[in-house]
């Protein structure tokens, strides 16, 4: 009778074993860390960068990248590039959330040639909402812009480094250490996504100058219905949208940032009206910097932005008229219009700052763009050959019908979804990985999630059933 009792408890100790291990999946699952809070590109290669040029790791046109850039760091990247293409390189910075930033810190990423030759650089800071959010700077390679440096084929450099930081690192116990350097370990770092993009020269050199005449007003703003599109966590998973009024269904949370992507062919001009919606608490006061929408052309080149700020009631700002695309855009002084270069996905970054939970909680708020893409499609300037990656310049009936019907799948997230400034990420900055996150985990992480539920739901019947089994053998044992 004691060696039954024996099997008998062993039997019912797997048993509540096996059941505790698999109603425990989906709290592992979730206690093994959030997802990053930006959605790398799927096809992202995680390189270092160099404190210096030796060394340093070349880049392929059409690739992207990641990589990790500590508190006060300076890192190195090398191109190989030829005498007659322009190139442009981005660099999307990724704090974590939570992290303390000033409105001076950002980052700033130039491209040098071998002797030290500055061709272009560009500093994107967080500004007044001081939120940790994705900022992004490009620069680039201009053949023609300059008659002496940086046009011949030969090695390059892109150079990325912090600046303005004013802030201490955090370190291991999550307390503020003065002087740190800061690494990937210890919180500090931020995440890197590099794109490197190549145009080719066109068959016939036209005029050098920018157009001096072009239609400046602003329309009339686009009514109507609101269609829901979700907003995606990064430039890969932008969601595209094409002229109409948009919802994002489960609004945008303090910290977060959606962004979203519009066809814009050679001779159209684009328009935009981002409305924030009404807080539905009962809080008072005023955020002089809550909402940040910005404008990045196809190779995440900034070309605008807008800010206001927001005191409960609702809000909405308008990019103020861009010109056309066209491609003698790149010859004016104008950053802005400079910008307007290409045709092709132009890109909208909204962010809420951190600063509004304090003051209207958590929301989510609701959200609503207004697009409206004016003219009619011209022919583009004639290139000499394909860009790298292939299609960057062009906008086709697939493209227009993708922004009306939205993606069937893959760059869509979970409602609410946005970069969420309130808590720590886990996982070290520029880690493998490209599932989006924010207020809620990302479109991969609720899938997972939702696979272990059923996977759990599933283990537990089988643990039940199996144990209501070796009861009944047990007791008819011990009947006999």
């Known amino acids: 009778m004691m060696g039954r009792r024996t099997v008998w408890w062993r039997a019912v100790a797997a048993v509540g074993a096996a059941l505790c291990a698999t109603t425990a999946l989906p709290e592992q699952a979730a206690a093994a860390g959030n997802p990053d809070p930006y959605a790398f590109a799927e096809d992202a290669r995680t390189v270092e960068g160099t404190p210096a040029t030796t060394g340093s790791v070349r880049l392929a046109p059409g690739q992207a990248y990641r990589s990790s850039l500590g508190e006060d760091g300076k890192l190195y990247y090398r191109l190989e590039l030829d005498d007659s293409s322009h190139a442009y390189v981005s660099v999307t910075a990724v ?24 061709c272009s650089s560009e500093t994107s800071r967080f500004g007044p909402t001081r939120s940790p959010r994705p900022v992004t700077a490009w620069a680039s390679r201009e053949i023609g812009s300059d008659p002496y440096m940086c046009q011949g084929a030969g090695t390059y450099y892109v150079v990325v480094e912090r600046v303005g930081t004013v802030t201490s690192s955090r370190g291991s116990e999550g307390q503020e250490t003065e002087g740190s350097q800061g690494s990937p370990d210890e919180g500090s770092a931020w995440a890197l996504e590099l794109g490197y993009v190549l145009e080719p020269p066109l068959k016939q050199t036209g005029s050098t100058k920018a157009p001096e005449t072009w239609n400046s007003a602003s329309p009339q703003g686009i009514s109507g219905d609101a269609e829901r599109r979700k907003g995606g966590t990064s430039f890969a998973t932008a969601s595209p949208v094409a002229q109409g009024v948009w919802e994002a269904p489960g609004g945008i949370r303090p910290g977060g940032t959606l962004y979203y992507k519009v066809p814009v062919d050679w001779g159209q001009q684009l328009y935009v009206t981002a409305e924030l919606g009404s807080a539905s608490s009962d809080s008072d006061g005023f955020v002089g910097s809550a909402l940040v929408m910005s404008l990045y052309n196809p190779v995440r080149g900034f070309a605008d932005d807008v800010t206001s700020g927001y005191d409960g009631s609702q809000r909405s700002v308008d990019l103020k008229p861009l010109p056309p695309v066209r491609y003698t855009n790149r010859f004016a002084l104008s950053n802005e219009m400079s910008a307007m270069r290409f045709a092709g996905w132009y890109y909208l970054a909204v962010h809420l700052g951190a600063p509004v939970a304090d003051r209207f909680g958590d929301g989510p708020f609701g959200l609503t763009l207004r697009v409206r893409v004016a003219g009619t499609a011209a022919e583009g300037p004639g290139y000499l050959g394909a860009s790298e990656p292939q299609g960057v310049f062009e906008v086709t009936d697939e493209d227009w019908e993708t922004a009306e019907r939205g993606p069937e799948s893959g760059a869509e997230v979970d409602e609410g979804s946005g970069y969420s400034g309130g808590g720590e990420s886990g996982g070290t900055a520029g880690s493998g990985g490209s599932q989006a996150s924010g207020s809620t985990q990302g479109l991969a992480a609720h899938d997972t999630s939702l696979k272990l539920v059923a996977v759990g739901g599933i283990g537990t019947g089988s643990v039940l059933v199996l144990g209501l089994a070796l009861w009944t053998v047990m007791a008819r044992r011990r009947a006999g």
């Open 95 to 118: 704090p974590k959330p939570g992290t303390t930033v000033a409105s001076t810190e950002g980052v700033k990423v130039s491209l040098q040639d071998a002797d030290n030759h500055r």
